[in-house]
């Protein structure tokens, strides 16, 4: 009660801080510092303030200070409110996290509840989502249900990422970075104007590398480097006044590295690092130099990927309305993930003369594979196809519409492998085929009721179907094919009310439903489960605005999930459950505000807070046997999960950003940019244990340096992780308390050229 009051309290005081700030803000009669923020929420160009959306774009520095030293997609975690990104399959599957709804690691085809868009494609599969980030116009992050205009799978929002386009006018850069662990970086492109008034192009390159930088004593050897080449090449045609055909292909092939599983990191009965721990350091039994270890990328914590996509979007201008057809192509091949499963080394029972020592012990001698079993991996080979047409009016009038289509399609083949203590080479032991075709129509309407309130009313009509092959090569399993199937109605309804030019309050109804899953990972399991859809209803208001030196937002949600879909890891038996609890239900706020000191300072701040809880008072889950559960125990001694928090979803995240240039006699300038994520107490896993919720985490950036604005050059120092935090920030069910933690700290330099 206590919490709750404290929550009300801290809303009633934020909400009327934003309210003064907006009137003494708006009482400013001077230039607008800063830039106006256009999003694409509602498929058009808008206004953020304009859109009864709870919505963040990430721009400029804000987006690229992130990315310095060679980050992937998951330092967009926490980097704005309300967003977590989470993987035990480091750079190869990011899973994403919004409001507390997300869908834990270890099932590479379950559906997601934020869909990832990259230029207008909507991803839905794990490991197509791991395409590098670089020369992009912005991300946008989309909080609740988005059902009527992106789909399915979007009952926690989406995040969409976009690349720059080709220019008329010819330009380009040169990016080079170096930093520690022989970080070297190298980012570029070019555009401009093929054809006059025809064809536009432009390249981007990208290229990461860093060194092997822990040690495997081991073996003698060292692993976690990582070599990522990727390319983009796109072409803007304008065949006429009224068409525009933009073509791009994408391609990667990268080596990368994985999550290092730690052994007996964690005693029990804490949630620390304890003296086992080394962060440079660790004791595996596979890795580069050991003939065992000849499969691609298998070096302990290891995955590699070859991905290609192309993407055709037309745009054709009629008189008063816009046809849109967007059709694209995704593919992963050549993709194999592996790692030292138990993060450990040696096997005490069964294999003597073998090496085992302190971070292969404590074992118990109970019923586990991971007594033996040393590392898993895994072969994917992924396609996606979709088909998108809309029509969308341009009408003067008070009422504006657009309505379409669209035709889904994605398979996944998945290899599960294995390779026990003495083997000598990876088994294959189970193959699943998975199949998902969907297709839709929708329809938003935006009526203005005067010339201060707007009705926005959307509905769409899904209908999903997936269909698996699951062989089990080892006989344990009796397998037949799997077969799910559904259709769903979702609606959107939002009245906004503009109260001045500046400052818009709205209330918003959103319902969406997340397809049925399938399991594709059947190792070490007694049979293959599959999780019936869920379905969303949300309830949200909002206000923002802006000024001269002022934009804010807040928005306070609550929502309730049928048949929450849950992946249950783990236990004695190492299995993979995929299941439905009854419901899953939270309350919160986001709040964002940006604001410029004076014309050379800006801060942007961001907090989130999401009160998440599972509702089924029947469902129980087996615990790991040296984990502490916090929940109460049936008879069998599994944990009661109702009531507990939904799994990675942080209670508080909150960000700060600080830009700050310093003008030069000579017309250049000095920059500093430091950026702060925060995230608050959080449960790895669907059962509570006091080694697995992890305590408040926070990391910072730093980037400073000189840029000559005549000839477009910068030389600058970045620093991420700048405090060198040493965070948990996941683990592994198994018996001997593994984890894994975040990237060290990173220094570097850097100087780019643009022309």
Not at 120 to 130: G, I, N, Q, Y
Not at 151 to 174: C, D, M, Q
Not at 176 to 199: M, P, R
Not at 490 to 508: G, H, I, K, P
Request: net charge negative; aromatic share 10%.
């Amino acid at each position: 009660m206590l919490r709750i009051n404290l929550v009300r309290w801290g809303l009633k005081g934020m909400i009327a801080s934003i309210l003064g700030l907006t009137f003494v803000v708006g009482s400013y009669a001077e230039e607008t510092y800063l830039e106006e923020v256009v999003v694409t929420a509602q498929k058009r160009d808008e206004n953020i303030t304009d859109v009864p959306i709870s919505i963040t774009q990430l721009s400029g520095d804000r987006m690229n200070a992130r990315f310095a030293g060679g980050g992937d997609i998951m330092e967009l975690r926490s980097a704005v409110p309300g967003l977590h990104i989470e993987s035990s399959n480091g750079r190869g599957a990011p899973r994403f996290y919004l409001r507390g709804l997300g869908n834990a690691d270890f099932t590479a085809a379950a559906s997601q509840p934020v869909t990832v868009i990259f230029d207008d494609v909507p991803v839905e599969l794990s490991t197509l989502r791991a395409f590098p980030i670089f020369d992009m116009e912005s991300i946008e992050v989309a909080r609740g249900p988005q059902g009527t205009l992106f789909g399915r799978n979007t009952t926690a929002g989406f995040v969409h990422v976009k690349s720059a386009l080709p220019t008329e006018e010819f330009e380009g850069y040169i990016n080079v970075q170096s930093g520690t662990y022989d970080t070297l970086n190298f980012e570029g492109a070019v555009s401009g104007t093929l054809i006059e008034d025809k064809l536009m192009g432009r390249l981007s390159i990208l290229n990461q590398n860093r060194g092997d930088w822990v040690n495997n004593p081991i073996l003698g050897t060292k692993l976690n480097s990582h070599d990522i080449l990727a390319a983009r090449v796109q072409f803007l045609w304008t065949p006429a006044d009224d068409v525009k055909v933009l073509l791009s292909h994408k391609q990667e092939n990268s080596e990368r590295g994985g999550s290092l599983f730690r052994a007996n990191v964690i005693d029990t009965g804490t949630n620390k690092l304890n003296e086992n721990y080394q962060r440079d350091v660790v004791f595996h039994d596979s890795g580069k130099g050991r003939p065992t270890a000849d499969a691609p990328g298998g070096d302990g914590g290891r995955n590699s990927a070859r991905q290609l996509g192309t993407t055709l979007k037309v745009d054709w201008e009629l008189s008063d309305h816009t046809f849109t057809s967007i059709t694209g192509y995704l593919r992963t091949i050549d993709y194999f993930a592996r790692g030292d499963i138990d993060g450990g080394f040696g096997c005490l029972f069964t294999c003597p003369g073998r090496p085992s020592g302190p971070a292969s012990s404590p074992f118990s001698p109970f019923n586990s594979p991971f007594v033996v079993n040393i590392d898993t991996g895994g072969d994917r080979d992924v396609t996606q196809f979709t088909q998108e047409v809309r029509i969308a009016s341009n009408l003067d009038g008070p009422l504006n519409y657009q309505f379409g289509g669209i035709y889904f399609d994605d398979k996944l083949v998945s290899i599960s492998n294995s390779q026990n203590a003495g083997a000598t080479a990876f088994t294959s032991n189970s193959i699943n085929t998975i199949e998902n075709t969907s297709w839709a129509v929708f329809g938003q309407m935006t009526f203005d009721l005067s010339d201060q309130m707007t009705l926005t009313g959307g509905l769409r009509y899904s209908d999903d179907e997936k269909d698996a092959d699951p062989i089990d090569l080892t006989g344990a399993i009796a397998t037949v094919p799997i077969s799910l199937e559904d259709e769903f109605l979702s609606f959107d309804l939002s009245l906004s009310y503009d109260w001045s030019d500046s400052t818009q309050a709205y209330v918003r109804a959103a319902s969406g439903f997340r397809a049925p899953s399938i399991q594709d990972r059947i190792q070490d399991d007694t049979e293959v489960t599959t999780a019936g859809s869920e379905e969303i209803i949300s309830y949200e208001i909002g206000i923002k605005g802006e000024a001269e030196r002022f934009r804010y937002s807040l928005a306070v949600f609550a929502y309730k999930v049928d048949d929450m879909q849950l992946v249950a890891i783990g236990g004695e038996s190492n299995s993979t459950t995929l299941l439905n609890a009854e419901e899953g239900k939270a309350h919160g706020f986001e709040a964002e505000i940006e604001y410029a000191v004076t014309e050379n300072l800006i801060i942007s701040a961001g907090f989130g807070y999401a009160d998440t809880e599972i509702g089924d008072s029947s469902l129980s889950l087996p615990p790991g046997p040296l984990t502490t559960p916090l929940d109460p125990l049936t008879p069998d001694g599994n944990a009661l999960i109702d009531g507990n928090p939904f799994q990675h979803a942080p209670e508080w995240t909150g960000n700060l950003e600080i830009s700050y240039s310093y003008p030069l006699s000579d017309g250049n300038e000095l920059y500093a940019f430091t950026d702060w994520r925060w995230k608050g107490e959080t449960s790895d896993f669907l059962y509570q244990s006091i080694e697995y919720t992890f305590d408040t985490q926070f990391e910072g950036g730093l980037r400073i340096g000189y840029r000559n604005l005549s000839s477009d050059l910068e030389i600058g120092f970045f620093g991420r992780n700048i405090t060198d935090e040493d965070n948990l920030i996941g683990g592994i069910d198994f018996a001997n308390n593994t984890g894994y933690v975040n990237e060290p700290r990173i220094w570097g330099a850097e100087i780019k050229l643009g022309f």
